[in-house]
């Protein structure tokens, strides 16, 4: 990345990884360098000798990209999200340390935060918007969601009756993976585009508005849609062993309480790229800074 | 379908197949009733008896649904294209015939069509324009791609390299029939999400800026491009025994001129499913059809 | 299954699944009947209110068929394998009282209780020798293979390497699954037989004598065969990283004591059928069962 | 292969294959030369430079492996099977110019040619007797059988109803290909291993002695079993639309003289690798006949 000084400023695993990346691929040690800031690891955690862990933040004095955590800040705005880190990192003082025309990204940026770089003349690129980033963690997203479902059912996926509610992106990286191991896949949706979508893919497609009709033999119930669909008048009709996992973001989309006092069992499976494959998701990551650098007109010196 | 009686004008197979179905399903016997026009066909077609066959044009006029062929029109805008009927059918005939306030569908309804029925007080619904359809029709625009390909070529699909150009419906199809029979397949695509969405179905996505340093392997091409993407530059980077197969619409996406110097084999595949598949596509353009009808607060009687 | 009475002595959630749906699918209520002995269960255990759970051991004298549990005896050979019973339960006992004339079958059945069975007159029908069972049973082990590999490792296993050694039974199941979620699968056998139905699959063939060679990238290694053949040679040639799963029946084939001092990380991974996936195992059980009763010429009503 | 001279005699596309990449492949130019012998070809059949073809029937007497054709000859068992020669090529003439200690290969060789052979001293080792051969020709078989179903089937393969009678390699190789282009598949074989291995695969297991009940809804039969099992009373059970492809060496599995009757659309598909990938097929040849040099002590250079 020509002589280029890279800052990865707090995250875990998934940031290690690419830092490990960045200094095999790039041209490190041949002009260029690559600094970490605010990870500061564990023994047991591998890093690349190239790299050099500091906790000086004055070291983004001459980084001309900064790569900031997923998602970028800790909850209350005021620091940035760095678990590894022994203490806190605030964003002040990053902002205050970021070099005038340096690359800023980071992931999952709030308001907040925009506003708070705002103040220091910077501007933050959020590479979690990025289509392609969200294209390719539904593969991680779906291997965790076959996990969960391999570790809770009594049953093989082989022979199990699925449904799997949307069908986006996720739905449309789990069905397969479901199908090809022998289950049979019912999805339902709303959009008969949706809908034609995963009766390609060897789905039986359902419509939601008949959705009640073809709970009764579901044994496992994947929730990808964020909104209210799994209510009460839903899961009463679905069988008592049905397992659910949902993959929506918050809220999520089952009544929880109903399905408690049901005694359903329900898993909420949140952020799942992160904790269930950490290395590849840490390679996603860099993949998407890569096509933002690529357009921004920094030259990539790849392997 | 309530008491609605329909008529079906012109067609091929297709449309012979979606009358036999509509005759099957809907109440044709207890109050609704389902005619056909303009389908003179041969000895061996086999038809419902439910379905009466007509050469006179004013049952229109007491048809509540008139579903025309696909494409709606013969080259030249004025008739229908009818290929089983024995006389031409004008449009001005049918249209002068249809009832006012009569539902009015037809397939690829060219301009100068829509404008002469507009004369005649009608507005046509193009059940083409239905993203369900397309995304259906991918199916047999896939397998009959395949078969191209396993017809044309000396290897079998299993271990072959295959490279599709475009990653949108019909490749989104056709990838993942090749990789389970096993071949090797690249995608050339420019966007990052194509490329991402290629990855996730377990293609080797490659950015069109790099297609001509990912040529020299390939055994067989498939485009869906409709822009000339396979100019001469990138064709002489092709193996001589190279497969070329165009799925891409009119004008294609194949410099053929260089192609045939080259001496390379190219076949161009037009409007595969009503070729591939006529029963399949019939049963495609019904559903899409039953789809207009519902939102259109027509009632489905379904078996 | 005409007028018969069939006990169940001992087991796990396997039996208890095989007891439900046998009480299910005879014709239990109309003139057959369906007795269980030896299983004292838990509250939390559901089972079919036509079973009745017993603890003594005089039903056997009315019962023609007499399913001991799998694998039959515990390790001293003295008593039946039954994990929910609250006290023991001799094999002694229960061979005295099965009626001369029953069919008697058992799961694994060790020389010295078949000869302890022959002392009462008795020969055991061992339903574990069945092919059949074999072969069902690859599929829920390969799935426990599968959610091993899912939680051990830091990537997904789309786009990960994976070796199989040998190519029997389970890494016939098994490989398909790691190809569809979209692995590189390796396989290691030594007969070209072995070899081309793994081509045939879609994995890439690695004769024994060439395994060495192929080990520098992989990250998961699946072991199928019993016999040492990773040992301290091979074991050297992984990558540090490399996940270990031992699918081998006792004594394994991983020389675990060089695997420790190398750091590997090996999961020794037996009997899984009845740990991920305990009711499908039942019935693979029920299935085989039911084979042999049918060769025995039992009738059976089935639903 | 060291400082071997081989000969290739008769055969077709898969021999001419198999020369071109022994050229490519062996030391040919270093030390060792290839000849061919008995392979008069067209103008448009591409020949390695390296290949000496020759119609002097000499040749053979320096040649230390010779290879004959599949099938070996021709009907009448006095010539060598040699479709792209233009006069005849008696065995005999071979047979006695084959040097002493050769090794003659040969595929599918009768009684007859073995017993001319051993006039002359020779023992002819079959090749095509090899199974890692016959598993790797069903790969170029099922395709050719999906071609065919594809080419004579008015719909996809996609939501169609197969039925596959036997499950022996072709069969093994087949369901999988109709199971990923979306096709329900139903194996009707008589052994339970085979039934659990085609449940295994994903398809739907039905014992031969119930095979006349599951037959009311299939669209397409392949036949592998090489025995008169699709007789009269089976064939009445199917639909009259269905489609079967006799996939069984003869005398063929299919009572033709009652499908014409019943106007069953039957096609009788042998030999099909040769015909479908001949390249494919020639590389099968080739790779089973390094594995019999292998095993004979020659000394294989590969690329």
Redesign the interface.
Known sequence: MGNSAIAIVGGD?RQICMANLLAEKTGIGSGASCDLYGLFLDKEMEMSSRITATDDVRVLEYCNIVIFALPMADTGDQTVNAPFSIHKVPLRDCFGHVRPGALVLGGMVKEKTAQLASEYGLVIEDYFL???LA??N???TA??A??IA??E???????SICMITGYGRIA??LA??LL???AKVKVGARK??D???S??A?CQPVHLSQLGEQLSDVEILFNTVPAMILDKGILKKLPPQCLIIDLASKPGGVDFETAKTLGLNVVWALSLPGK?????AGEILLDTIY?ILEEKGFIIESD
């Open positions: 695993l990025r289509e392609e294209v390719l539904a593969v991680p291997e965790g076959l996990e391999m570790r059912s009594p049953r093989t996926i082989a022979g449309k990286a397969p993976l090809s191991l022998g008969h585009e809908l034609a979508w009766k390609v060897g269930v494959a950490p290395i590849t096509h």
